[in-house]
C-alpha cells in the first residue's frame, strides 16, 4: 500500500496520504455526502451500499485506478479517486484523472486540500502521466478558485450524460 506523509504541519498532527482500506469506506462516504451539491443528484447516498463496496473492490483491484485518504489527527480527513488513462492524443501521453476530492468541512481553507492534490500530482508524475484533469460541478464556485490557485486552467467546457 503507498503511503507518504506531508512535512508541512496541519494543526496539531502532519497529513498521512495513503491508499484507502475497506474500513475507511463509511468515513469516504460520509466526506462524500456531506455536500449540498451531490445530495441534488440521483443516486446520493449516505452509508455504505453493496453497490458502494463493489465499486470500492473494482477500484482497489484495478491498477489504473487508485481511491486515496490523507489522515489528519488520526482521522480520515479527505478522500479523492486518481484513475490513469492511455491516451492517442498528445502523441500517447498519459493523463491522470482526479475524482470525488473531499475535505472534511472544518479543515478547508487550512492547506489540507492542496497539500492532497500536490500529493495527487505527484502521483500522477511518478506514474508517468502528462497531464492530470478533473470536472468540478459548475457551482462549486469555491472550488473552482481552488484548482486555479494549485494552477489548474479552465480549458475545456465538460459535458455529461446521464444513462
Not at 77 to 99: D, F, H, I, K
Request: charged share 30%; with cysteine; hydrophobic share 45%.
Amino acid at each position: 500500500m503507498a503511503e507518504t506523509r506531508d512535512s508541512a504541519r496541519h494543526g496539531a498532527a502532519s497529513l498521512r496520504f495513503r491508499e484507502a482500506r475497506s474500513d475507511d469506506l463509511p468515513a469516504i462516504v460520509a466526506l462524500l455526502a456531506d455536500d449540498a451539491v451531490a445530495r441534488t443528484r440521483p443516486g446520493h447516498v449516505e452509508a455504505v451500499t453493496a453497490r458502494i463496496r463493489a465499486a470500492f473492490d473494482e477500484i482497489t483491484a484495478s491498477t489504473d485506478h487508485e481511491l486515496w485518504v490523507v489522515e489528519h489527527d488520526g482521522g480520515v480527513a479527505g478522500t479523492l479517486q486518481l484513475s490513469y488513462l492511455p491516451s492517442l492524443s498528445r502523441n500517447g501521453m498519459r493523463r491522470a484523472l482526479v475524482e470525488a476530492v473531499r475535505v472534511r468541512a472544518d479543515l478547508r481553507g487550512g492547506g489540507v486540500g492542496a497539500a492532497f492534490m500536490r500529493h495527487a500530482i505527484g502521483r500522477a508524475r511518478d506514474r508517468g502521466c502528462g497531464l492530470v484533469q478533473l470536472t468540478s460541478d459548475a457551482r462549486r464556485d469555491d472550488a473552482h478558485r481552488f484548482y486555479e490557485r494549485l494552477g489548474f486552467i479552465a480549458s475545456h467546457v465538460g459535458m455529461k450524460l446521464a444513462l
